[in-house]
Nanobody, 117 residues
Framework: QVQLVESGGGLVQPGGSLRLSCTASGFTFSSAIMSWYRQAPGKERELVASITYTGGSTNYADSVKGRFTISRDNAKNTVYLQMSSLKPEDTAVYFC??????????WGQGTQVTVSS
């Protein structure tokens, strides 16, 4: 049974930092491209960052470049999203996604990030 469990969300002040974690089970983690998405109220889900199998390549949305860093630890079956210089517009539910092959993907349940003073 595939599971993706996100953690690390919470309330943070503007300019603050958070680190999200997503721990996977039920599939070969190192064979998956891992991504973080987010969805704000009333908006579509959007790609935040992605990372390839061994972490050799990463990709970021323009809105988070220079502030967020995606990384993975294949020994721990975990992908991370280090978020710094957080802004109110970063407020959203953050989801972890795994992509195996061309079209097999799984989602986590999401973790809420709220940036507010």
């Amino acid at each position: 049974q595939v599971q993706l469990v996100e953690s690390g969300g919470g309330l943070v002040q503007p300019g603050g930092s958070l680190r999200l974690s997503c721990t996977a089970s039920g599939f070969t983690f190192s064979s998956a491209i891992m991504s973080w998405y987010r969805q704000a109220p009333g908006k579509e889900r959007e790609l935040v960052a992605s990372i390839t199998y061994t972490g050799g390549s990463t990709n970021y949305a323009d809105s988070v470049k220079g502030r967020f860093t995606i990384s993975r630890d294949n020994a721990k079956n975990t992908v991370y999203l280090q978020m710094s210089s957080l802004k109110p517009e970063d407020t959203a539910v953050y989801f972890c996604k795994s992509l195996l092959g061309i079209s097999t993907y799984y989602w986590g349940q999401g973790t809420q990030v709220t940036v507010s003073s």
